[in-house]
């Protein structure tokens, strides 16, 4: 059940991370926890090493929680705690991902969001232009930043950000809240 005292305990374990490997596992342990408390999800695997990748987290959607109902049962998670916005390379593997892996959905967690130009140097809807993309494939990845976290005191309000994070990739919106 979630614990708002306990979910603030993470988020200053976040704050006060100290080397790189910290800020990454005290980010993923975030957001696990908020995973972990919404029903019929459960991690099934967490910085699962590949030969050529990484995933930070593996969930599976049993489908019994409203808001996850569009996504798919398998759904990636990638976990970004980085100092600036995370630009395409990054954003642009996690979505590959998800298509080798035949799936539809993912969520992406970037502290500091993603960059807006990194289609090309001076196009300042870059990552729109990915995110549509990937929608005329049909694959639908939501973005949510650390902000976002911040802003979060109930379960419901996680539940809340999922939706409008998911319904605003349909109207160009993926960033509004």
């Given at each position: 059940?979630?614990?708002?005292?306990?979910?603030?305990?993470?988020?200053?374990?976040?704050?006060?991370?100290?080397?790189?490997?910290?800020?990454?596992?005290?980010?993923?342990?975030?957001?696990?926890?908020?995973?972990?408390?919404?029903?019929?999800?459960?991690?099934?695997?967490?910085?699962?090493?590949?030969?050529?990748?990484?995933?930070?987290?593996?969930?599976?959607?049993?489908?019994?929680e409203e808001v996850l109902r569009p996504?798919?049962?398998?759904?990636?998670?990638?976990?970004?705690?980085?100092?600036?916005?995370?630009?395409?390379?990054?954003?642009?593997?996690?979505?590959?991902?998800?298509?080798?892996?035949?799936?539809?959905?993912?969520?992406?967690?970037?502290?500091?969001?993603?960059?807006?130009?990194?289609?090309?140097s001076n196009n300042g809807s870059g990552?729109?232009?990915?995110?549509?993309?990937?929608?005329?494939?049909?694959?639908?990845?939501?973005?949510?930043?650390?902000?976002?976290?911040?802003?979060?005191?109930?379960?419901?309000?996680?539940?809340?950000?999922?939706?409008?994070?998911?319904?605003?990739?349909?109207?160009?919106?993926?960033?509004?809240?």
């Amino acid at each position: 059940m979630f614990d708002l005292p306990t979910y603030q305990g993470l988020l200053a374990a976040v704050d006060a991370a100290v080397t790189t490997t910290q800020k990454g596992d005290r980010f993923e342990e975030l957001c696990a926890y908020l995973f972990n408390n919404l029903a019929g999800v459960s991690i099934e695997g967490r910085d699962a090493v590949m030969a050529a990748e990484e995933i930070d987290i593996v969930l599976w959607n049993a489908q019994t929680e409203e808001v996850l109902r569009p996504f798919d049962n398998t759904i990636l998670v990638e976990c970004k705690n980085w100092s600036s916005p995370v630009g395409a390379p990054s954003f642009d593997s996690f979505i590959s991902k998800v298509r080798r892996r035949t799936l539809k959905t993912g969520i992406f967690i970037a502290a500091n969001g993603v960059t807006g130009d990194f289609l090309n140097s001076n196009n300042g809807s870059g990552a729109i232009d990915l995110i549509k993309a990937a929608l005329g494939e049909g694959i639908r990845v939501i973005i949510i930043n650390r902000a976002d976290l911040d802003a979060i005191t109930t379960i419901d309000d996680f539940r809340t950000l999922i939706k409008k994070r998911y319904c605003g990739l349909f109207i160009h919106k993926p960033f509004n809240n």
